[in-house]
């Protein structure tokens, strides 16, 4: 399939020799590196530097409320209210290091906190707002959190109830709130009303902490991947080349911040490339989106397979009804994106989608559909320049890379690249599983083919993708345990057409209590109001046992294929009830 159009106007103009020629070493000197100490602070990247140039009185964010008034932030605004924060958190002596959670939508006090923790050489940990207390109670306990924004309506639905399991919680800052509620829950207007708009950024390392996400595991519960102010050398990149940033851009990422794409992109890589974002707080409605790319003539929209399928079935034909001439580029990540979403993009917008492959762990884009290299419609793409990516045998016995094309195979990261994860949160022996002498092991399963495009297969592993997010199986049954009728719990992700796959739990009940409808209501209503909507289960199934190795581990992999009516494959660790 042919590319987005004029190839001499895109920054990667050809694949190949570019991969040839680069070098992350040069990255320094085109982001303007001098000699202050601050250099590689990822705030003073993505904002400071600009705000005292060309770009001060430029649009950084533009934020549409709910009901389509707009605010706005020019670079310099960014700049101030950013200081302002870094400033408050000196003030409540957050030290260097130390995480500064936030749990919120998309509203500016997030943007704010993310910049401002950097600023202040703080880490920052976005949570997402639509977790349940248990979600948020393991993230918050396990990263130690000391300082939290919130807004007062999640503080009083999630944050309230666990404060007394979480006795390091020092400071609450609610977004909404006009004054001091205690000298623990704090007003943010206040606090920022307060605090000078000039701060200097201290010095920092580029292997200094800056950002935390969560992310899903299949035993245990989430691990804590912790990456460093280096990492926005990839985000700048992958923004060059990959999102294709020009000067004067208009740029959406639908992403919540909650996650790590909504952090990557939606925040870090359009500021260093120095474009402005649209950042809608309303959630996905076709309409309104058709509307918002035409209004305000986006130019690059980075998207996820979950609302690509959406839209695709609304069966509307945006450009009969919507002018979207300034669309230049879009792009989707997050799930595997179907040849069919990529055809009907080209019909639908008269360019294709293109589909990219990242994941928490890479903190960036690690391969990608270029807008001026030929798309396979179902492929993830090739490598970033500067990313050797390969596929190996991994096995009990050992690792071997695999010879392409053919086989499919793990898919394998070389080390050393900017953005990859420098640890798991308190979990040494976790994150060294991950590598392989040189390789880190994705954990996803992939092939390629003879010109060197990836395309996915599937996770090596049991974690869940459901609408875009991942879901830690574990998390789950832990917290379906403690629902006073339930004996055991077993989850799975069963494919779904609209979500990708759907959280299902098998559940053993306790002797005495019945499988009913109610029950089964009773349990969907504990799920979710522990879990949250996004991470419960969408369907339960009453069983009276849930198969284990001998050992005592839940074999999720026999009740999908059972579920899927798929071969069983080697059953020999099976325990026998
Ligand atoms: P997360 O860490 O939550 O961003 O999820 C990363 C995982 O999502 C990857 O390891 C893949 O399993 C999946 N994923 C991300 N992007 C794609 C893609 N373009 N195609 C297929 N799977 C993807």
């Excluded at 006795?167 to 704090?186: C, G, N, T, W």
């Excluded at 208009?250 to 919540?256: G, K």
């Excluded at 010879?403 to 195979?409: A, H, L, N, R």
């Excluded at 629902?483 to 306790?510: M, N, Q, R, T, Y």
Aim: glycine content about 8%.
């Amino acid at each position: 399939m042919s590319s987005t159009g004029n190839n001499a106007d895109y920054n990667l103009v050809d694949y190949d020799s570019k991969r040839s020629s680069f070098s992350w070493d040069t990255v320094e000197k085109e982001l303007g590196f001098g000699e202050a100490g601050y250099e590689h602070n990822i705030a003073h990247l993505a904002v400071d530097r600009h705000a005292t140039g060309v770009l001060r009185d430029v649009i950084a964010f533009r934020f549409i409320q709910k009901d389509r008034s707009r605010q706005e932030f020019t670079y310099l605004q960014l700049k101030e209210e950013s200081s302002r924060f870094a400033n408050v958190l000196s003030n409540l002596g957050i030290q260097k290091g130390e995480t500064v959670f936030s749990l919120a939508g998309r509203i500016p006090a997030l943007y704010i906190t993310a910049l401002g923790s950097l600023k202040a050489t703080a880490v920052f940990c976005p949570l997402f707002s639509v977790f349940g207390p248990e979600p948020v109670f393991q993230r918050l306990h396990k990263g130690e959190a000391k300082i939290l924004v919130t807004t007062s309506a999640i503080y009083e639905r999630t944050v309230n109830q666990l404060e007394d399991r979480l006795p390091s919680l020092q400071y609450i800052i609610l977004s909404d709130l006009e004054e001091h509620r205690s000298d623990k829950v704090l007003s943010w207007s206040r606090l920022m009303k307060e605090a000078s708009p000039d701060f200097e950024i201290p010095t920092t390392g580029p292997e200094d902490p800056a950002l935390l996400h969560f992310t899903s595991g299949t035993t245990g519960m989430p691990k804590g991947a912790l990456h460093v102010h280096k990492a926005v050398h990839t985000h700048y990149i992958t923004g060059k080349y990959v999102l294709d940033f020009h000067p004067g851009d208009i740029f959406w990422c639908t992403a919540d911040p909650g996650w790590v794409t909504g952090t990557s992109y939606g925040i870090i890589a359009p500021l260093v490339n120095g474009v402005t974002s649209i950042i809608d707080q309303e959630e996905f409605d076709a309409m309104r989106w058709y509307s918002i790319l035409q209004e305000q003539k986006v130019n690059i929209w980075y998207t996820a397979p979950t609302a690509v399928r959406r839209l695709m079935r609304m069966d509307i034909k945006p450009l009969e009804k919507f002018n979207l001439d300034s669309l230049r580029v879009i792009l989707s990540v997050g799930e595997p994106l179907s040849a069919e979403a990529v055809l009907w993009g080209e019909r639908s917008f008269g360019i294709p989608i293109l589909d990219n492959w990242w994941q928490t762990e890479t903190g960036g884009i690690m391969i990608a559909n270029y807008p001026s290299m030929e798309v396979r419609p179902g492929s993830m793409g090739k490598p970033l320049p500067g990313i050797e990516a390969a596929l190996a045998d991994v096995t009990e016995e050992g690792f071997k890379l695999i010879e392409y094309p053919g086989k499919q195979g793990h898919l394998v990261l070389k080390k050393g690249f900017p953005s990859l994860f420098r640890a798991y949160l308190h979990e040494e022996e976790r994150f060294k599983k991950c590598f392989a002498g040189d390789w880190y092991l994705t954990g996803d399963l992939a092939k390629q083919d003879a010109d060197g495009y990836f395309w996915f297969i599937g996770r090596a592993d049991d974690i869940i993708k459901t609408s875009g997010h991942m879901v830690g199986p574990f998390e789950v049954e832990s917290t379906l345990m403690r629902h006073p009728a339930i004996a055991e719990a077993a989850v799975i992700g069963k494919p779904e057409p609209s979500i990708g796959e759907l959280v299902k739990a098998f559940i053993v009940l306790k002797p005495g209590k019945e499988p009913t409808e109610d029950m089964k209501l009773d349990i969907t209503g504990f799920a979710r109001k522990n879990l949250g909507p996004a991470v419960a289960p969408k369907e339960i199934e009453f069983v009276s046992s849930v198969p284990k190795t001998r050992s005592g581990k839940i074999l999720r992999r026999l009740l999908k294929a059972r579920e899927l009516g798929l071969p069983e494959g080697d059953t020999s660790t099976l325990e026998q009830n």
